[in-house]
């Protein structure tokens, strides 16, 4: 009997018909009669009669006619979609804007562009050039096949078994078990925007011609992608070496067609049913795509390029997060400028104000170096065996070796750590009467009210978690693949607990930012800078002055999200700007000593001066 799969807003139902002569009108009313039978307000439709809606088939995007009948326009197993009247059609199935695709070829990706890719912001692409160098890698692959020679991974078994030969008629099967047996991860899967990452960034690397991978496999790759069918990958089971094989695995596992797969209308269904859905037909492995599409450090990488561009951000919104604090607490700045103390008899300030630049600087400084490692990763070829076409030779080496990004992020952990150490002193000293000349707390009518109290206590349990995270895991190695594997860089879990120190210090500095604004309150009607009035201002957009005590975790995370979106750094930036280009001449272009100078008295006022 023909079954027809329909969309219907956030689900999928299934649609017998005996009889193809029916119409598209039936079929969508049959589908919606199935989409409300479980529904406890029948989904807000009120009559399936009287209900107007869309139909198109999900592959070709072609809207169907009401009158149509099913024999003329759909084929058996074909997955439609349904939009009723007032509904949108889901952007999933819309095709990418012209413009608006990145060019993958190997060779240029940044991290920045990673983690665009991760959002969904753009679809992919190949340069001719990149699809030129596929091919001839192929071609030598097909060669050696075909000429029976004995090369590891690609006529021979893995790790231990490297020397045993396999028969050319079990090639498939060897590349296709390879992919099953190391699909061992387990824990919480990848979110949608890391595994984007993760399959993206396997498409770039695969597209440096080294790999050996068939043009047909990575263009099927490219349009999984496209589509958003992204594999289950759970979060746990890579060492590092021989590359994030088990991640990897379970990556190529749901492109084969097995396991589980996400798209964003389907949500979480077998991997071939998700395939169909978006018009899609899974891989067939040929001899070495297996180990092609596994072996490699893209986990370590991608989500080392989300931890690092995080970190990135929040650097630069720690700085006008700490400038506020240190007005609000009337801290002195000739630290930074030899004028400034022409109005008050603060000789100097606790180190957590006066030791910004230094402590803020080295984390910058740190950031920029390994951002430059994780660049360089996202661009190099690290598979094994790596097939080299213009010299017609396949050579083992081992650039699947996570040591780089894996130290590298550890020393990202241990730097930025510290804006989050730092932030929790300055907000113990907004919280502490005796130290900010403030209400206790910043709050009136203390001890009917506990104001920041927990507060503080939240950003001080996550700096003392982030010391335990801040412990190296690339020192650490366990002999694996029976001793084969003897050394590993254990890069996995370096990237994993890096995101999790930066979001620690995101939400530390959010509570800082909370704490300073509402300082600020009390300090009225004096006025900070522009440039700090307006992070007020946007601070009081999200959340309102803490008059009396509430639901406090709300105002944290509404924070938090602005950091995140870098709406803090967004609303700054122009001033800064402006003021490099008007006082600091030799941070202008092409200047070697972009900020040797001290900067120039101001004529400002500032709230520690009144």
Known sequence: MPRFTVHIRDEWVAVACRDTSNSIQWLGQEALKRYIKNKPDNGGIQSVKETRFLVRRCQGLGLLDADDTID???????????????????????????GVSNILDGNSLTSTDLVNLGRGLYKIKLTLEAEKKVVQSRELLDTIVKENRVVYGITTGFGKFARTVIPVSKLKELQENLVRSHSAGLGNPLSPERTRMLLALRINVLAKGYSGISLETLQAMIQAFNASCLSFVPEKGTVGASGDLAPLSHLALGLMGEGKMWSPKSGWADAKYVLEAHGLKPISLKPKEGIALINGTQMITSLGAEAVERARAIAQQADIVAALTLEVLKGTTKAFDSESHRFCDRVQDAYTMRCCPQVHGIANDTIMFVQNIINTEINSATDNPMVFAERGETISGGNFHGEYPAKALDFLSIAVHELASISERRIERLCNPSLSELPAFLVNEGGLNSGFMIAHCTAASLVSENKVLCHPSSVDSLSTSAATEDHVSMGGWAARKALRVVEHVEQVLAIELLAACQGIEF?????TTTPLEKVYDLVRTVVKPWMKDRFMSPDIEAVHRLLLDQKVWKVAKPYIDKYQTEYIPESRPNSPTAFSLDPPASPRKRVRHE
């Not at 300090?523 to 006025?527: E, I, N, Q």
């Open 72 to 98: 003329d326009v759909l084929e058996d197993n074909d997955f439609v979609e349904l939009a009723i009247e007032g509904d949108t059609m889901s952007s999933d199935f819309i095709p990418c804007e012209p």
């Open 523 to 527: 300090l009225r009607p004096l006025r």
